[in-house]
Structures are given as structure tokens and as C-alpha cells.
């Protein structure tokens, strides 16, 4: 493991995510999904999101189009968390449904506008 990298990606995972949502998976890791949870802090955090090329709310738009792709609703919540945390608007989530819409297909749509409704709800 880089530890500079590791180091980086904690930072970039908690001002993502917040403190309190890292700090919660850390504490549901155990030593067998410890070294998952070290590579995606190393490498999705501190290499992917890190880079400085796309700017975080591109970033979180182009993440939310992955997930919703793939359907990983559970992430695609926590996505959608992020978004918001990273500046992203409810116009654009609402403007990036529509794109889900059209190139995911309507079902995928649905699904993603109910995790966006759920992550809404105070």
C-alpha cells in the first residue's frame, strides 16, 4: 500500500462522503474486509476521485450514471449523497435522471428517482 496515496484518499473520501460516513464503514470493517476497504481508500479515493482532471460534481454526475448503469442502488444512494455534498444541484440530479432515462431505459430511471426521493426525504 502507498501511503501518501492512502493518506490522500482518506481525505478525498471523507470530504466527499463526510467524516461520519467513513468513520461508520470503518467501524463495520472487520479483518476480512479490511483490506477491501484499503484499496478502495487507496485507489477509488486516492487515484480516481483524486485526480484533479474532472472537478467533484462532474465527477459525482458521471458516478451516478455509472451506478445507476450498472444498478447498484445501494451506492447510487450514497452517490447521491455525495453529489449534493460536492455542490451538485437538485436541477442537475433531476437533468441527470432524465439522461438515466434515456440511455439506461425507464425501469433504471424509476429506481434511480426513488433513491434520489429517498436520500430527499429529511
Given at each position: 500500500m502507498d501511503q501518501q496515496r492512502y493518506d490522500v484518499g482518506l481525505a478525498t473520501r471523507k470530504a466527499v462522503l463526510t467524516p461520519e460516513h467513513v468513520e461508520t464503514?470503518?467501524?463495520?470493517?472487520?479483518a476480512f474486509t479490511q483490506p477491501l476497504q484499503n484499496l478502495i481508500?487507496?485507489?477509488c479515493w486516492g487515484v480516481g476521485w483524486a485526480d484533479d482532471a474532472l472537478e467533484r460534481p462532474k465527477r459525482s454526475l458521471?458516478?451516478?450514471?455509472?451506478?445507476?448503469?450498472?444498478g447498484r442502488f445501494g451506492e447510487f444512494e450514497t452517490h447521491v449523497r455525495a453529489a449534493l455534498?460536492?455542490?451538485?444541484?437538485?436541477a442537475e440530479l433531476q437533468a441527470t435522471l432524465i439522461h438515466i432515462a434515456i440511455y439506461?431505459?425507464?425501469?433504471?430511471?424509476?429506481e434511480s428517482a426513488r433513491s434520489m426521493q429517498r436520500v430527499f426525504k429529511p
Open positions: 464503514t470503518f467501524r463495520n470493517t472487520d481508500t487507496e485507489i458521471l458516478t451516478l450514471g455509472i451506478l445507476a448503469a450498472m455534498n460536492n455542490g451538485v444541484t437538485k439506461c431505459g425507464m425501469p433504471v430511471a424509476v
